[in-house]
């Protein structure tokens, strides 16, 4: 028998938060549009196992840490007993919910959601292996790959025991080990890192290269590592994991330190957060006139078009920064390109933000680029400890950073580490993405007491007149 034909005007393969993006905003133009999945409704990587969960459980690492720092201010609380079952079911509760919403959405939308796994035939049509057990064509007229990416294994390192963990088996929080190492002070290495320190877990991160989280500037990191070296059991910098090797009941690390010294430690438990890799294999490309380049990424111009005039490619399989909030503003790039309008995908700022406590986020130019560029800029840090809000939550270790054009006193970047950065950071890409000047954050009006009066009082030490701090610098 034959397999069953169907045609779409749009075909989205992969629902996270590009793909899905992408097929709402076809179906509100009025097309046509076919998404395409295993997962039983959309949300894609970032809401089943990543963003999602780990914000959840990040959430409760944030009530634990609050509720002990609380008895400097005469509230004590006794130790907090952790319901790990129930803990569980709150986090997976909390993924149902936004699935299961998405999937409504869609339904509304009248997007034909089928649960497979699609590969491409050719440039106009896809082989779908449904989850049900069935196989069906898809002819279409134009597609948006949204496949994403998955974690990076290290060579030697055993995949295949419940000892060594990714970031998904990390999330599931099946056990809390009694010690864990962390391969990678990145992303995934120091949030979920985090989450298991304030659950009870002793953690270990281990980094090669001379600091954490390589693309962020030295002196925001320099807040976080304070904190983290506190809560964190060792952070060992310039050190490699040569070999793992699994045990009964814990697994035998051996690491090679930066000046060559061989170290070996026993740990219950390893999570491997070393970054991830696209989405591009196994998707029958090779069908069609789409390219990958060297890092297996899937080759796109600004449109988002491939190398193939109906097929489209966003989020994680087209390229870094692997982040959500890019791939949904790709994605409707591309339906926007697909509805013939002149869209292109040229943001000047995309936030990074790292939801470890304190937070951390930046977006534009970082200092540390700037010198690379040699390009001349003035850059102003205003410190928490100089914010009455900051004051009050009793995290006066924050800190605003502006990176401003020498020249003309346009923002560049920004930079901020502190509780709440995440939320704080929006509020910087919209003054770089409009282009705004050191006085446009000075003489907009903040609210008192708030931790975005940061961002003002910083654009204002460039002219040396922040109320809250005295630091003299040029004259108006
Ligand atoms: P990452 O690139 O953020 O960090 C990986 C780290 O591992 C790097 O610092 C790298 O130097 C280090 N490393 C690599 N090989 C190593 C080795 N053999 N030994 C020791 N250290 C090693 O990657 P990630 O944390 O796996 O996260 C993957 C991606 O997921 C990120 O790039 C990010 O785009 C995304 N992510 C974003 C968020 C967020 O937006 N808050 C959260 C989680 C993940």
């Not at 035998?252 to 219950?268: A, H, R």
């Not at 999570?271 to 380049?293: M, Y």
């Not at 502006?402 to 923002?411: K, L, M, N, W, Y």
């Not at 950071?425 to 770089?432: G, N, P, R, T």
Request: glycine letters at 10%; charged letters at 20%; hydrophobic letters at 40%.
């Amino acid at each position: 028998m034959s397999d069953k034909q169907t045609q779409t005007q749009l075909a989205v393969i992969g629902s996270g938060p590009g793909g899905y993006a992408a097929a709402f905003l076809a179906a509100d133009l009025g097309m046509d549009v076919t998404l395409i999945d295993t997962a039983p409704n959309p949300g894609g990587v970032c809401l089943y196992r990543g963003c999602i969960p780990s914000k959840a459980l990040l959430h409760v690492a944030k009530l634990l840490s609050e509720a002990k720092e609380a008895k400097n201010w005469g509230i004590s609380f006794s130790e907090p007993k952790i319901d790990l079952p129930r803990l569980r079911e709150w986090k997976n509760s909390v993924v149902a919910q936004l699935t299961g919403g998405l999937g409504r959405l869609s339904k509304q939308r009248k997007v034909n959601f089928i649960r497979g796994k699609a590969t491409f035939n050719d440039s106009q049509s896809l082989k779908i292996n449904t989850v049900a057990g069935a196989a069906q064509k898809l002819i279409f007229q134009q597609a948006v790959l949204a496949t994403g990416s998955h974690p990076v294994t290290l060579p030697g390192v055993p995949v295949d025991s419940p000892l060594v963990m990714d970031s998904s088996a990390a999330l599931a929080l099946e056990t809390l080990p009694k010690s864990m190492l962390v391969v990678g002070g990145g992303y995934i290495g120091l949030e979920l890192g985090t989450v298991y320190a304030s659950l009870g877990t002793k953690v270990t991160v281990v980094e090669m290269l001379p600091g954490l989280l390589p693309g962020a500037d030295r002196d925001l990191i320099a807040v976080l590592a304070k904190k983290l070296n506190s809560a964190f059991t060792e952070i060992m910098l310039e050190t490699t994991v040569k070999n793992i090797r699994v045990k009964k009941n814990g697994v035998s690390v051996q690491f090679q330190t930066g000046n060559g010294t061989e170290l070996k430690k026993d740990y219950e438990k390893v999570l491997i957060a070393v970054g991830r890799k696209p989405n591009s294999a196994n998707l029958g490309l090779e069908n069609t006139k789409v390219q990958t380049d060297e890092k297996w990424f899937v080759k796109v111009d600004a449109q988002r078009r491939t190398g193939d005039p109906a097929i489209f490619a966003i989020g994680d399989v087209a390229g870094e920064p692997m982040l959500a909030h890019k791939a949904a503003h790709e994605g409707r790039t591309a339906v926007e390109v697909i509805a013939g309008g002149k869209s292109v995908f040229e943001p000047r700022a995309i936030p990074a933000v790292v939801f470890t406590d304190p937070e951390l986020a930046w977006c534009g130019l970082t200092e540390s680029e700037a010198k690379k560029q040699k390009r001349e800029v003035s850059v102003t840090r205003f410190p928490w400890a100089a914010s009455g809000r900051a004051a009050t939550l009793g995290r006066s270790d924050g800190l605003t950073k502006i990176i401003f054009d020498s020249q003309t006193e346009r923002v560049l970047g920004v930079g901020i580490v502190g509780p709440g950065a995440g939320e704080l950071i929006s509020e910087a890409v919209l003054a770089v993405e409009m282009a705004a000047v050191a006085k446009d954050l000075e003489l907009t009006i903040h609210p008192h007491p708030t931790l975005s009066e940061t961002v003002m009082e910083s654009a204002a030490m460039l002219f040396g007149t922040g109320t809250h701090i005295y630091r003299p610098k040029r004259k108006r």
